[in-house]
């Protein structure tokens, strides 16, 4: 069974920092893209950053300067570092990640359940 899980998040006060991770696991022949989202209370999720297989990688403009993403193909993980973290980034931070079962099979987006981050002002 294929499975996406995020770890990593936590309180952290207005300035720090924190790194999110999320993992696949699972009968997993390649990955393409991965990405994180977030959605605080009363608010749509929003894109925050993605990483292709090719480490090409995409920010949101509010994110740009303060947050990396990156990737460990060899442990089917992507991160995500964020620095100099305001109260607005408080929200709950979702990952995923587009799976192919199996050689020149189709792509599958999975989701992980989510991990909550808090900036305390």
């Known amino acids: 069974q294929v499975q996406v899980v995020e770890s990593g998040g936590g309180l952290v006060q207005a300035g720090g920092s924190l790194r999110v991770s999320c993992v696949a696991t699972?009968?997993?022949?390649?990955?393409?893209?991965m990405g994180w989202y977030r959605q605080a209370p009363g608010k749509q999720r929003e894109l925050v950053a993605s990483?292709?297989?090719?480490?090409?990688?995409n920010y949101a403009d509010s994110v740009k300067g303060r947050f990396t993403i990156s990737r460990d193909n060899a442990k089917n993980t992507v991160y995500l570092q964020m620095n100099s973290l305001k109260p607005e980034d408080t929200a709950v931070y979702y990952c995923n990640a587009d799976l192919q079962y199996k050689r020149a099979g189709p792509f599958y987006r999975h989701w992980g359940p989510g991990t909550q981050v808090t900036v305390s002002s």
């Open positions: 990483i292709t297989s090719g480490n090409s990688t």
């Open positions: 699972g009968n997993i022949f390649a990955i393409n893209t």
